[in-house]
């Protein structure tokens, strides 16, 4: 959790806080999307995080996924905008948050992949080869990729 949240959660307690997080579909050169199955949760999803203050969307989703998986993004192109319903979380600890998601997709990185303390595994997957169990948060995008939607999605 990052010093902002942790600042804010002093101030408001569990209510909702309105959060940023960048996300990346990347995609290597046979077409697959990396997964990331997370420790926190037994769900996949895409590497990713929280904006921090002064970050741009492209330094949080570069941070956040070398920070995740070991790669570096070269470039990143913007997949979609994403808010509604599906952006609110109430946590086990009490939190409630609502989050906008900017996705950026990648073709163009470079790296071992590489876990860190936040993943259980990662994993590069064809389109028929994505698990039932997305985060549900992030399934709303997976499924996009899969599905092939003009970009950049706003939803």
Not at 74 to 79: G, I, R, S, T
Not at 142 to 151: M, Y
């Amino acid at each position: 959790m990052n010093d902002y949240i942790k600042t804010m959660r002093k101030l408001i307690g569990k209510e909702t806080l309105i959060t940023v997080g960048c996300g990346a579909i990347i995609e290597d050169g046979l077409g697959r999307i990396l997964l990331q199955k997370r420790t926190d949760y037994n769900h996949w999803g895409i590497p990713g995080g929280i904006l921090e203050i002064g970050e741009t969307f492209e330094e949080t989703v570069k941070r956040e996924v070398q920070e995740e998986t070991n790669l570096q993004l070269n470039k990143v192109e913007l997949f979609g905008i994403y808010s509604g319903e599906n952006g609110f979380a109430h946590y086990s600890n009490g939190d409630k948050v609502f989050s906008v998601q900017i996705i950026f997709k990648v073709t163009d990185f470079n790296g071992k992949l590489i876990a860190n303390n936040e993943s259980k595994d990662l994993a590069f997957l064809h389109k028929n080869e994505i698990p039932k169990s997305l985060n549900n948060h992030q399934a709303p995008f997976i499924l996009d990729w899969v599905n092939g939607v003009s970009q950049p999605v706003i939803k």
